[in-house]
């Protein structure tokens, strides 16, 4: 089993910034490709970001593509997002998510393991 706890949520002014974290203590950390999701009241769940294992790829929504930067610490067992120009539609619960492998990183069902998420709103 697969732990992952986010942090770094919070409040924020429309153009500032957050940089979340996604710890794990499990030790194959670096065999995972990991993502991060959102999930607005009333929405369904949607993509973000994705990094391989190794860090050598990432992928992004279109809508946070030039704003949002996933990227991993695999020493640290962590995978962040940086988040950039916020706006208010950021606004969402975020999750993290861990995945021994997939064929097309979009998809929640990809994943094995999702933290608890941790709530990012953005002020207009």
């Known amino acids: 089993q697969v732990q992952l706890v986010e942090s770094g949520g919070g409040l924020v002014q429309a153009g500032g910034s957050l940089k979340l974290s996604c710890a794990t203590s499990?030790?194959?950390?670096?065999?995972?490709?990991m993502g991060w999701f959102r999930q607005a009241p009333g929405k369904e769940r949607e993509f973000v970001a994705a990094?391989?294992?190794?860090?050598?790829?990432?992928y992004y929504a279109d809508s946070v593509k030039g704003r949002y930067t996933i990227f991993r610490d695999n020493a640290k067992n962590t995978v962040y997002l940086q988040m950039n120009s916020l706006k208010p539609d950021d606004t969402a619960v975020y999750y993290c998510?861990?995945?021994?492998?997939?064929?097309?990183?979009?998809?929640?069902?990809?994943?094995?393991?999702w933290g608890q998420g941790t709530q990012v709103t953005v002020s207009s």
């Open positions: 990094i391989s294992w190794s860090g050598g790829r990432t």
């Open positions: 998510a861990a995945a021994r492998s997939y064929s097309d990183y979009a998809p929640a069902s990809e994943y094995d393991y």
């Open positions: 499990r030790g194959t950390f670096g065999s995972f490709a």
